[in-house]
T-cell receptor
Framework: DGGITQSPKYLFRKEGQNVTLSCEQN?????MYWYRQDPGQGLRLIYY???????QKGDIAEGYSVSREKKESFPLTVTSAQKNPTAFYLC???????????????FGQGTRLTVV | SQQGEEDPQALSIQEGENATMNCSYK?????LQWYRQNSGRGLVHLIL?????REKHSGRLRVTLDTSKKSSSLLITASRAADTASYFC???????????????FGKGTKLSVIP
């Protein structure tokens, strides 16, 4: 089945630790995105990548880092510099990296990160 | 930055009734999309309407777009308990710095359909 897989579903982080959230897609999409969702809020863009080995900051990139070494993988690292990391993280992909003709996004099932 | 804003924030209806959700946005768009999110899950794409379209249907869904008022509405007819979810509008706008269109999501409308 084609789709986006996020892992783990739940993640607990101690203060001062870095953690990495996994996102893998087999849709052959060029563009991939990371969003953060807080309770009762919409999605805010953290980072996005239009092509392998390239990525751009979104609206709330501080305290996060990403890599795009392979087309199908776009891991997100939440660093200790992110002061309020507890949130629901969603990864998405889309077929058109420029979005000029199609910006439809396909989402994973999310990772809920909690700081303990 | 949040471009789309849904209204109402929450909506509770009886099964069989119609549900209408509205979305307003601020800047010119290329497309507007509606997504659905079940609690604790990812978003699922429902429908996309282009800026040169005024109305679009998909099954029990009807979407309208008024670019002069910068607003859209999502109508779900003959609602079912399984329609209970949060619904988000997403607009795309050109990010000139990146040279690409990017989606911006609203805060969503939480729909509860009571059996």
């Amino acid at each position: 089945d084609g789709g986006i897989t996020q892992s783990p579903k739940y993640l607990f982080r101690k203060e001062g630790q870095n953690v990495t959230l996994s996102c893998e897609q087999n849709l052959n999409h060029d563009a991939m995105y990371w969003y953060r969702q807080d309770p009762g809020q919409g999605l805010r863009l953290i980072y996005y990548s239009q092509i392998v080995n390239d990525f751009q900051k979104g609206d709330i990139a501080e305290g996060y880092s990403v890599s795009r070494e392979k087309k199908e993988s776009f891991p997100l690292t939440v660093t200790s510099a992110q002061k309020n990391p507890t949130a629901f993280y969603l990864c998405a992909s889309s077929i058109d990296p420029t979005g000029a003709w199609n910006t439809e996004a396909f989402f994973g099932q999310g990772t809920r990160l909690t700081v303990v | 930055s949040q471009q789309g804003e849904e209204d109402p924030q929450a909506l509770s209806i009886q099964e069989g009734e119609n549900a209408t959700m509205n979305c307003s946005y601020k800047t010119s768009i290329n497309n507007l999309q509606w997504y659905r999110q079940n609690s604790g899950r990812g978003l699922v794409h429902l429908i996309l309407i282009r800026s040169n379209e005024r109305e679009k249907h998909s099954g029990r869904l009807r979407v309208t777009l008024d670019t002069s008022k910068k607003s859209s509405s999502l109508l779900i007819t003959a609602s079912r308990a399984a329609d209970t979810a949060s619904y988000f509008c997403a607009t795309d706008a050109m990010n000139s710095g990146a040279g690409s269109y990017q989606l911006t999501f609203g805060k969503g409308t939480k729909l509860s359909v009571i059996p």
